[in-house]
């Protein structure tokens, strides 16, 4: 069964720390890696992806990704109140294109 | 950017009867689009893959009688519930790629399907 983990939380951070959220995938063919955010009813918000190991930066957003040993992370530095949601990890069942499998998602809860 | 436009956003239907979504890719070739279900408080299920033209592919436990999938163009792939019952509704959303090798997903607003 291929698999995506995450901490379901809730992680709760005061405003302006940092945000640490975890994620491992137990396909190793999986070739692309998602951090998507949803809001309660709506429809998943692509944050960042990533292909290759190492780290990725957007913004305050910083993904990282370490294939041998199946783990993706999300930081979301200075956190705001507007960044409490639940983030989905999401990888591809093989290839880029293929169909992303989510995990459970993390709630993270941002407090001012 | 590309839009994926799903209708509708809400339905609710009676015990037994059948309800269509639609997923239409408005600026793009949607050649493979994935049709997920999302219970509350629980994540996106993928229910099947569907690349134009083909028959669609479901994932293990999925019914393909009773969640039928058309995509019979680039632009259109319905999901149509038959026969639902309350056990079925759920946040159904479906996402839409270029295809093998493309690097973007987009996805519909989903729709909220109350069986009563």
């Known amino acids: 069964q291929k698999e995506v983990e995450q901490n379901s939380g809730p992680l709760s951070v005061p405003e302006g720390a940092i945000a640490s959220l975890n994620c491992t995938y137990s396909?190793?063919?999986?070739?692309?890696f998602f951090w998507y955010r949803q809001y309660s009813g709506k429809s998943p918000e692509l944050i960042m992806f990533?292909?290759?190991?190492g780290d990725k930066e957007d913004g305050r957003f910083t993904a990282q990704l370490n294939k041998a040993s199946q783990y993706v992370s999300l930081l979301i530095r200075d956190s705001q109140p507007s960044d409490s949601a639940t983030y989905l990890c999401a990888v591809t069942r093989g290839q880029a294109g293929t169909a992303l499998i989510f995990g459970k998602g993390t709630t993270l809860s941002v407090s001012s | 950017g590309a839009v994926v436009s799903q209708h509708p956003s809400w339905v609710i239907c009676k015990s037994g009867t059948s309800v269509k979504i639609e997923c239409r890719s408005l600026?793009?070739?949607?050649?493979?689009m994935f049709w997920y279900r999302q219970f509350p408080k629980q994540s996106l299920m993928l229910m099947a893959t569907s690349n134009e033209g083909s028959k669609a592919t479901y994932e293990q436990g999925v019914e393909k009688d009773k969640f039928l999938i058309n995509h019979a163009s680039l632009t259109l792939s319905t999901l149509t519930v038959t026969s639902a019952h309350p056990e079925d509704s759920s946040f159904y959303i479906c996402?839409?790629?270029?295809?093998?090798?493309?690097?973007?997903?987009?996805f519909g607003s989903g729709t909220r399907l109350t069986v009563v």
């Open positions: 396909d190793r063919g999986s070739q692309s």
């Open positions: 996402s839409a790629s270029a295809g093998t090798g493309a690097t973007g997903y987009t």
């Open positions: 990533i292909y290759s190991n």
């Open positions: 600026d793009f070739q949607a050649t493979t």
